[in-house]
């Protein structure tokens, strides 16, 4: 699951600062009109570390989130310093979840704690967490409630509990179909991971029907040459290798490190280059 900042890009230094300095300015005037300590200083210092971040400018955004931090707690603003700064993220997401009352939002902080905490060894705290996530999840958004069905299965997943898994992955698939149709690549990727959890079962055959599946819907809708296309064709490469039909496997094997190296992951386009060649032997 990924977090994604969406934003105008602006890489032309003159046109940058001059988008830079009505800001600046913005929050140099509230601060005189409104006082030194109040919300509205403390959201306009907000919004212009949201600018600093979107154009890279990390160390910068940093400091004016931790001082409209030090005026007043916001969700949004403990989710970005969680992100600028991982050593605290957990400490800082627990206190954004805790600030959060709607079910979506509520559900999107704590899988994003519980990402961490994952990341961070904390394998009961995490599990609790996912799990915690996909309780606020059902009274949320379809959407929310298949990501949060699925983050959790992807955890179990990697506990080795593939009966658990499925049945997760099951339930975000039907949640993303409800929310965005059958043809979208949210429901495109948990097809994909429905079909892992289903081949370390044994059921191949079905397995294979639901990568055939993904990566039909990821390339009608992600692209040929989109990284979640390309894990897909990967797997079926691998399914088919597998399954003594090298020839079918070599094309999906393909089509993976075309999408990895249009997506600039060299390492996975090499590994599966590797992969290939072993075939061909």
Known sequence: ??????????????????????????????????????????????????FLLRHGRRDEAHEWYRKALSIRESADDLEAVAVLDPANGAVLLRRAAGLRTLPDAKSRTLRLLANALESGGDAKGAGETYRAALDAARRASPAELGLAAGALGHFVENQGDFRGAEALYRQALTALEKAHGPRHPEAGTMLNNLAGAVGAQGRLAEAETLLR??????????????????????????????????AEAKRFFAMAVEGYRAGGDRRSAEEVERRAAGLAR
């Open 1 to 50: 699951m990924h977090f994604f900042w969406f934003a105008l890009q602006v890489w032309d230094p003159a046109a940058l600062s001059r988008l830079e300095a009505p800001l600046r300015e913005a929050v140099l005037i509230t601060e005189k009109e409104s006082g030194g300590r109040s919300p509205a200083y403390a959201e306009a210092m907000s919004q212009f570390a949201r």
């Open 213 to 246: 599946r993904a990566v039909s819907a990821l390339e009608s809708t992600a692209g040929r040459k989109h990284e979640r296309t390309a894990a897909a064709c990967e797997n079926l490469g691998d399914l088919l290798a597998a399954t003594g039909r090298a």
